[in-house]
């Protein structure tokens, strides 16, 4: 079975800083990874997407997220915080011969200006 | 292109009353569909996943239920609402099984 950790319920950073949101996983197969993005009130938009191709992979809005196998880890990372990233983000985990996907808890990004 | 659709977008109801959600697919064919609820700070459960019409199945025990009546339908009822079936309720689909677009959702809150 598969599932991920995310590490951290809130962060806040500046505007201009280092955004950092931080996913691990687990499964017994190799893994599909992905980020969603969800701002109030909305559905899940999906930021990108790892399935065994490259290992760092570039999504919209300037994100990107790096998986390592041998740390179990997909952080997203953007290098310039904009006041538009502040949303709620979910990594989550595929595994290959599932119908589903297992969510981590989510992580609340805050931009301050 | 591909749009999901879900109704109502938001939604009162009693305790002990019925409930029915509905999620519609357009442009594609024979999709996976997916219910999701998100409650308060505690991110996204899997209700139910359909991989074709009638083929419903339930991840979690509850008094909720789903069907799929056609290939681009997807209905989430119940016949008495809990309080804790308060939340916000997401359909998805997939075809390639790889990742999943989401619908709009449907704030629940039941009094």
Same mark, same amino acid.
């Given at each position: 079975?598969?599932?991920v950790?995310?590490?951290?319920?809130h962060v806040?950073?500046?505007?201009?800083?280092?955004?950092l949101?931080?996913?691990? %996983?687990?499964?017994? /197969?190799p893994p599909y990874?992905?980020?969603?993005?969800?701002y109030?009130?909305?559905?899940l938009?999906?930021?990108?997407? %790892?399935?065994?191709?490259?290992?760092?992979v570039?999504?919209?809005?300037g994100?990107?997220?790096?998986?390592?196998k041998?740390e179990t880890?997909?952080?997203?990372?953007?290098?310039?915080a904009?006041?538009?990233?502040?949303?709620?983000?979910?990594?989550? /985990?595929?595994?290959? *011969? *599932?119908?589903?996907?297992?969510?981590?808890?989510?992580?609340?990004l805050?931009?301050?200006p | 292109?591909?749009?999901?659709?879900?109704w109502?977008?938001?939604?009162?109801?009693?305790?002990?009353?019925?409930?029915?959600?509905e999620?519609t697919?357009?442009?594609?064919?024979?999709?996976?569909?997916?219910? @999701? +609820?998100?409650?308060?700070? +505690?991110?996204?459960?899997l209700?139910f @996943?359909?991989?074709?019409?009638?083929?419903?199945?339930?991840?979690?025990p509850?008094?909720?239920s789903?069907s +799929?009546?056609?290939? +681009?339908?997807?209905?989430?009822?119940?016949?008495?609402?809990?309080?804790?079936?308060?939340?916000? @309720?997401?359909?998805?689909?997939?075809?390639?099984?790889i990742?999943?677009?989401?619908g709009p959702?449907?704030r629940l809150?039941?009094?």
């Open positions: 079975a598969q599932s950790t995310q590490l951290g319920s806040s950073v500046s505007e201009g800083a280092l955004v949101l931080r996913c691990n %996983y687990s499964s017994s /197969v990874l992905f980020w969603y993005v969800q109030p009130n909305q559905g938009q999906l930021l990108l997407k %790892y399935t065994s191709a490259a290992t760092l570039k999504g919209i809005n994100f990107e997220a790096e998986f390592k041998s880890s997909f952080h997203l990372t953007k290098p310039s904009h006041m538009s990233d502040a949303a709620e983000y979910f990594c989550a /985990v595929r595994g290959g *011969n *599932n119908n589903d996907m297992r969510f981590g808890a989510g992580t609340r805050t931009v301050k | 292109s591909q749009t999901i659709h879900q109502p977008a938001t939604l009162v109801q009693p305790v002990g009353s019925p409930l029915s959600l999620c697919v357009e442009g594609t064919s024979n999709p996976n569909l997916y219910w @999701y +609820r998100q409650a308060a700070g +505690r991110g996204l459960q209700l @996943y359909s991989v074709g019409i009638g083929q419903i199945s339930s991840e979690v509850q008094n909720l789903a +799929r009546p056609q290939d +681009r339908q997807f209905i989430l009822s119940s016949k008495k609402l809990l309080l804790s079936d308060s939340g916000f @309720y997401l359909c998805a689909w997939s075809v390639d099984q990742f999943s677009f989401f959702g449907t809150t039941v009094l």
